[in-house]
Nanobody
Framework: QVQLVESGGGLVQAGGSLRLSCAAS????????MGWFRQAPGKEREFVGA????????TYADPVKGRFTISRDTAKSTLYLQMNSLKPEDTAVYYC???????????????WGKGTLVTVSS
């Protein structure tokens, strides 16, 4: 089992920055990929980006390319999401997920955190 706990959400003005963290514990994440998703009020959960745990290869959804950066600290078993140039439409609950690469990018991960709320004011 893998436990995931997100943190770092909050209220930020448009144009500002925020960094989210996702601490993983339990079974080693060495063979997993991890990803970030978000769900805005009244909308379906959407893919933000993902990273392979060992090689650090990343992929991003088009709406966040060039503004968001995913990284990980393997020693701390922690995933990060650096969000810059935030827009009101980035307001959502942000979730991290872990699993095989194909499962993560398809939102079929085995493990999910409970989410952290990001609110971007205009």
């Amino acid at each position: 089992q893998v436990q995931l706990v997100e943190s770092g959400g909050g209220l930020v003005q448009a144009g500002g920055s925020l960094r989210l963290s996702c601490a993983a514990s339990g079974r080693t994440v060495s063979f997993y990929a991890m990803g970030w998703f978000r769900q805005a009020p009244g909308k379906e959960r959407e893919f933000v980006g993902a990273i392979t745990w060992n090689a650090g290869i990343t992929t991003y959804a088009d709406p966040v390319k060039g503004r968001f950066t995913i990284s990980r600290d393997t020693a701390k078993s922690t995933l990060y999401l650096q969000m810059n140039s935030l827009k009101p439409e980035d307001t959502a609950v942000y979730y991290c997920a872990a699993g095989r690469w194909s499962a993560v990018v398809a939102a079929r991960s085995d493990y999910w955190g409970k989410g952290t709320l990001v609110t971007v004011s205009s």
